[in-house]
């Protein structure tokens, strides 16, 4: 729940378009990286789902210092 929060706070269409140009940047330091290209084109056909680990890595983050 409290990353739904975190997500639901910081989410706008802006945000949104910035992570997955950010995801899609990735691509090219993934090749070679199995697991890695694959999680990665998880997150980018998923737009939610790539969101709430945004928040996930961001509420770790806060809670981390």
Same mark, same amino acid.
Request: net charge negative; with cysteine; aromatic share 4%.
């Given at each position: 729940?409290?990353?739904?929060? $975190?997500? %639901?706070?910081?989410?706008? $269409?802006?945000?949104?378009? @910035?992570?997955?140009? @950010?995801?899609?940047? #990735? ?10 290209? @694959?999680? #990665? %084109?998880? &997150?980018?056909?998923?737009?939610? #789902? @790539? *969101?709430? *680990?945004? =928040?996930? =890595? &961001?509420? =770790?983050? %806060?809670?981390?210092?």
């Amino acid at each position: 729940r409290p990353v739904s929060v $975190v997500a %639901e706070e910081l989410d706008s $269409v802006e945000r949104r378009e @910035a992570l997955h140009r @950010a995801l899609h940047g #990735l691509r090219e330091c993934a090749d070679g990286l199995p697991r890695v290209s @694959a999680a #990665l %084109e998880l &997150l980018l056909s998923d737009d939610d #789902l @790539a *969101w709430h *680990w945004t =928040a996930c =890595a &961001l509420l =770790a983050e %806060e809670l981390a210092d």
